[in-house]
């Protein structure tokens, strides 16, 4: 069996940004299963001179993906893919519950807040259903 590998391709003529690129692959790889909990991803330094990156760019990304859960940062020791299921599953949770207490207060009955969220899903996930 071969270990698993962080592979990234940054495209300079894609609409995403570069460190959006960076986020979103890590993430999807971690989701995948391509990526295990505890894999160690390289030093963002590291990460940026392979891609031929900025290190700031590199560093936005983890950043985001740590507050999302998809990694986490032990100091010096780096930079871990943390078990993010439990984690995402309970801020996605708290994010509809901020939702629906808003959507409440603005007096939206129950159908129209269901619309406004499966709208912005929609668009976000670019899906008819």
Known sequence: MSPQTLILTIDPAAAAAPFEQVRTQIADQARDGGLPVGYKLPTVRGLAEELG?????????????ETDGVIETRGRNG??????????????????????RRAQRLGLDHPAAL???ENALRATYGTDT
């Open 53 to 65: 990156l900025a290190a700031n760019t590199v560093a936005k990304a983890y950043r985001a993906l």
């Open 79 to 100: 930079s871990f893919i943390a078990a993010a299921g439990e984690a995402a599953d309970k801020e996605a949770a708290a994010a509809a519950e901020t939702y629906a």
């Open 115 to 117: 619309a406004a969220v």
